[in-house]
């Protein structure tokens, strides 16, 4: 991803309004998503704040392996706990519709076109959190993939051991 004014713009918003936007979407999360009601707000807040830390080195470099790393984390976690994927994702784009309308207010203050400066900020803004998205998604199901080949392969192994051959099984539909 090229680093240009509309970037830097942004970087510099994420890194200013960092405390304002973690506690805007602390009041959020929990009243748009209930899955995280069940979430401890301190959990909630390092969470967001990990997310956002990986969010901008995603806005800024293009580079997504913070956000991996965070992700896999994230899956374990979530998983465990019962979530639906469409909450973690949810969660994650929110924070485009939070901030939206307090980067609609910074460039509004903008010396010169700061109409245009917001729509390419929000272009910006758009991929970098649909990127997220997707990023996630990939992170989240590679870890299912997995836990689901580490119970083949334990199923196979108790199966070995009790002596039963399932490729001798014929099922039949009914």
Do not use: W
């Amino acid at each position: 991803m090229l680093v240009g004014a509309t970037v830097i713009e942004l970087y510099n918003f994420f890194e200013n309004n960092k405390a304002q936007l973690i506690t805007a979407l602390l009041a959020r999360i929990p009243k748009d998503i209930p899955a995280y009601s069940r979430v401890a707000r301190n959990d909630l807040k390092q969470s967001l704040e990990y997310l956002l830390e990986a969010y901008t080195d995603l806005l800024v470099t293009g580079e997504d392996d913070s956000q991996r790393t965070y992700f896999k984390f994230l899956a374990k976690v979530r998983v465990s706990q019962s979530f639906q994927i469409g909450d973690i994702v949810h969660k994650q784009l929110l924070i485009m519709a939070t901030a939206r309308p307090m980067i609609q207010e910074k460039f509004r203050e903008h010396p010169g076109d700061g109409l245009a400066l917001f729509n390419k900020g929000m272009d910006v803004l758009e991929r970098t959190t649909f990127k997220s998205c997707a990023t996630y998604l990939e992170v989240h199901n590679a870890y299912l993939k997995s836990r689901v080949d580490e119970h083949g392969e334990y199923v196979d192994e108790e199966n070995k051991q009790l002596g039963v051959d399932m490729s001798k099984f014929i099922l039949f539909r009914g």
